[in-house]
RNA sequence: GCCGAGGUGGUGAAAUGGCAGACACACUGGCUUUAGGAGCCAGCGCCGCAAGGCAUGCGGGUUCAAAUCCCGCCCUCGGCACCA
């Protein structure tokens, strides 16, 4: 075994101290889009999704970082000029929940992660432009967030609102989305009800159809569309009003049936829905149907699950509304089933074509009427209803009462309500707190620090007070991809050229558990940009691959509660980063999961070994290379090389990294056959092997050169030419052809490729095979295809 | 329930209508070595001494030919889940 050790080390340090992965800030020409690469243009910008500073590499990076790299190495090998750049997601709950456990600050505790992983990762040999760093918590970077919202919020695309938020009854303290698991507190296994909050949002909801509609025009796998199509659910439906009887008022439904109208036999209104407070007087059992309304609000996510879809509701007495066709007074409900904020709130019931209805209205013993159905468009005439599209995508909700997060740049004056800060008072910097613990009361422990609170209304100058959440970490997700290249930027958020220069992201990677709300919202974030003037691209991520999860050995996801989390540490200084790194490739296919089970290493360990001795086989004398190849081996070899320069080219195109290594395999099992290889053979076959074991091929390489008598001025492997294929080399001029009778193979001819079709159907029917088959008889039918079978059809007696 | 992905040797996996199991791991036998998680040679889907037969979750179909295409099931994983 090679001193791996040594070498990665050294090269390591050589590939920094050069810079050698940092790109040229000077404007080049605009990035090709992945699908249409070829002579459109250099740049290209490669991201993959920049990681949560949980404190150390486990091998699921691995599986993100490292395939990448491979595609990353071999476009600039092309001659790209490739942006590969890396940050932190700092932001964020977990960096809490850490420090209160381990009394650190959350500063503190991610900073030194950041330390710890960047050291992780340097040594995982990524080429990385470090330079381009960007990490979310620092001032610098979230100081545009807070312009953004601003920007948001002039345009009222950032509101207010009274909503309900996950509120834990245990920690008692509110818990974003992805920390209710099941009903239950992800921490405490605790109860969580909801709770209404004073909250911003951001109005995504206005852009609901331009986000549906463009999924078209991006290269992203299909079931990624799929899920974001499915989050926006669009239908298209019709507005219909329902009188109230004896009052000159109607209640709007929305739905997609308006042919069934004539079936609705009764109203179901969401128990949230406005017109119950406004129709108060004419309700008779007012007392039971509070308490309904109050119970749902009570009722938790686990209450609900448990429930099922038993349904429930009260019927609001004393309230009727006319069916618009027929004109007879049907009741009005109120029920959990109907969703308060989709649609209106409010829906006909037709139990005889809808199943909910149906057994709603079975359980109520509701009239079941079926009437002719109209037609459609007919219905909507009768009913004087209007067409409509709903979407059940809900504005997103951003505030968070917690201390880890950038603080939203509002001011509450009491004379002027909500005014925004000026812009140039930003960044609102988050302040060094000590006591960051959640409150009781729902309110941010930001409220707790009197200097951050108190502060003048910039508008009269009076008393006023800061608003005191902070905002979700997926604001900070929403834009990075912009900031990387412009990382050090301190005019705006990014620069005007840089932008223009390297986005949109030309590949993206990164798992599929972010299908929706990250590139969702990113994408909404490009829109907003877009309509603002601010940038000349309305989607983020050109082309999107998402890489399969590495699953612990009970099958499961790893994940740190679970304990099945892999480090490969071990692994990396036993075998060195470039086994490591190859074994994973050698795993299977990027998207594909897979259990991690380290025990295939050495396959590729002794790989690499074998590659660093295929060195002693090197040709010293350099005359040998002039001679003509009479050696049918090497002439053999030759070939075998320039079809793998064709494989391994096209499965790094579409990440097939395991087949591309295992031509590899094949073309060094080759080459140890012969005595002596040439420097030409063994360059490119270094060249070939770089992008996946970056640091043994640099010195390979680098050996090669001095002995081959090159200059001595560093010419990085990573930089050089990726081979080309003579398209005449990689042209047999025999092939094998497959002799089938009835469809089973039965004999191999290796055959020479000028033959015509006559003569490669006799040389099959005179076979052995054929012969003993055919038993003198003649065939019924022989099938060719060319260059590859002859099958020989024989009618069977009985057929 | 709906949507999506998948199911191939002891293991990771190849093969996208045309030789099923490439390339590896593990295992078995032999050679070599003071020694080995070393190297080399050979074997390795199942049944069978062999000839041969049987095999890609299960059952049908299309085809000269199916892991691959079509129909119907089963199982695993991921997402959504009363959205009218």
Not at 311 to 332: E, F, H, S, W
Not at 360 to 365: C, G, L, R, Y
Not at 445 to 462: I, M, Q, S, T, Y
Request: hydrophobic share 35%; glycine share 6%; net charge positive.
């Amino acid at each position: 075994m090679y001193n791996f050790k040594f070498i990665e080390k050294k090269w390591q340090k050589v590939w920094k101290t050069k810079k050698l992965y940092n790109v040229s800030d000077k404007v080049e020409e605009k990035p090709p889009s992945h699908e249409a690469m070829a002579g459109r243009g250099k740049n290209y910008y490669q991201l993959t999704m920049f990681p949560y500073p949980s404190g150390d590499l486990h091998v699921g990076h691995w599986k993100n970082f490292a395939p990448p790299d491979v595609f990353v190495r071999y476009k600039r090998m092309q001659g790209y000029n490739v942006l590969s750049p890396i940050g932190f997601d700092a932001f964020g709950l977990p960096a809490e929940n850490a420090a209160l456990k381990n009394s650190v600050h959350p500063e503190k505790w991610t900073m030194q992660n950041i330390k710890t992983m960047t050291r992780q990762l340097e040594s995982m040999g990524n080429s990385f432009d470090w330079s381009k760093l960007i990490i979310t918590c620092l001032p610098e970077y979230y100081k545009w967030n807070q312009l953004f919202f601003l920007k948001l919020f002039n345009k009222g695309l950032a509101y207010r609102k009274k909503a309900p938020a996950n509120w834990c009854t245990s920690c008692k303290t509110v818990l974003a989305n992805e920390q209710v698991i099941d009903g239950k507190c992800e921490r405490c296994e605790g109860t969580v009800i909801q709770r209404e909050i004073d909250q911003w949002l951001f109005k995504i909801t206005d852009y609901a159809e331009r986000l549906l509609n463009d999924l078209d025009k991006i290269d992203w796998p299909e079931r990624t569309k799929t899920m974001q199509r499915n989050w926006i659910g669009r239908s298209e439906g019709v507005l219909i009003k329902f009188v109230v009887e004896g009052l000159d008022m109607g209640i709007e439904v929305f739905t997609t049936r308006p042919d069934t109208v004539r079936s609705a036999t009764y109203m179901v209104l969401a128990p949230e829905h406005e017109v119950i407070k406004k129709l108060k007087a004419r309700i008779k059992n007012l007392q039971p149907v509070q308490k309904y309304i109050d119970n749902t609000k009570l009722k938790t996510e686990k209450d609900r699950i448990e429930e099922g879809r038993e349904k429930t509701g009260i019927q609001l007495l004393g309230l009727n509304v006319l069916n618009p066709i027929t004109k007879k007074a049907i009741p009005v409900w109120i029920s959990d089933y109907v969703v308060g904020n989709y649609g209106t709130g409010a829906i006909m019931a037709v139990p005889a074509h809808d199943e909910r209805d149906a057994e709603f209205a079975k359980k109520f013993e509701l009239l079941i009427d079926n009437e002719p159905l109209l037609g459609f468009d007919e219905a909507i005439d009768l009913v004087n209803g209007k067409k409509t599209r709903k979407y059940k995508l809900r504005d997103w909700l951003i505030s968070r009462q917690r201390y880890w997060g950038t603080p939203i740049p509002i001011i509450h004056c009491e004379k002027c309500g909500i005014v925004p800060v000026p812009e140039k008072n930003l960044p609102i910097k988050l302040p060094i707190l000590k006591d960051f613990k959640p409150a009781d009361d729902g309110r941010s422990p930001l409220a707790r620090d009197k200097k951050f609170l108190f502060v003048k209304c910039p508008k009269c100058n009076g008393a006023a007070e800061r608003e005191t959440d902070t905002m979700d970490t997926f604001v900070d997700s929403s834009w990075y991809f912009l900031r990387h290249p412009s990382a050090k930027y301190k005019a705006g958020p990014f620069e005007k050229e840089a932008t223009e220069s390297w986005l949109p992201v030309t590949m993206y990677n990164g798992g599929a558990e972010h299908s929706v709300l990250h590139l969702l919202y990113s994408r909404f974030f490009t829109k907003f940009l877009f309509d603002e003037g601010l940038i000349n691209f309305d989607e983020p991520f050109m082309a999107l691959r998402h890489q399969g999860t590495i699953l612990g050995h009970d099958g499961g996801k790893m994940s740190k509660s679970k304990g099945n989390v892999t480090d490969p540490d071990k692994l990396v200084s036993e075998f060195g980063t470039d086994a490591v790194r190859l074994f994973i490739y050698f795993m299977g296919e990027y998207s594909q999961s897979t259990v991690w089970d380290p025990n295939g290493i050495l396959g590729v360990v002794r790989f690499l070994s074998r590659v660093h001795a295929l060195k002693n086989k090197l040709a010293i004398d350099k005359t040998k290379e002039a001679e003509p190849l009479e050696d049918k081996g090497e002439e053999n070899l030759t070939r075998l090389l320039h079809k793998t320069i064709r494989k391994v080219g096209d499965d790094i195109e579409e990440m097939k990294l395991n087949t591309a290594i295992s031509a590899l395999m094949m073309l060094l099992n080759e080459a140890e056959k012969q005595k002596e290889i040439s420097f030409e053979f063994y360059k490119t076959f270094v060249k070939l092997l770089a992008p996946f074991a970056p640091h043994l091929t640099e010195e390979l390489y680098q050996e090669i050169r001095i002995l081959n008598q090159e200059s001595s001025k560093l010419v990085s492997v990573h930089f050089a030419a990726w081979p080309k294929y003579n398209p005449k080399l990689i042209k047999d001029d025999t092939f094998e052809l497959v002799i089938q009778i009835n469809g089973k193979m039965r004999d191999i001819l290796t055959l020479s490729i000028d033959l015509s079709r006559d003569e490669i159907e006799n040389k099959a029917l005179s076979s052995e095979a054929a012969k003993k088959y055919l038993n003198g008889e003649k065939p019924n039918r022989i099938i060719y295809i060319p260059l590859k079978l002859v099958n020989i059809v024989i009618n069977s007696p009985e057929a």
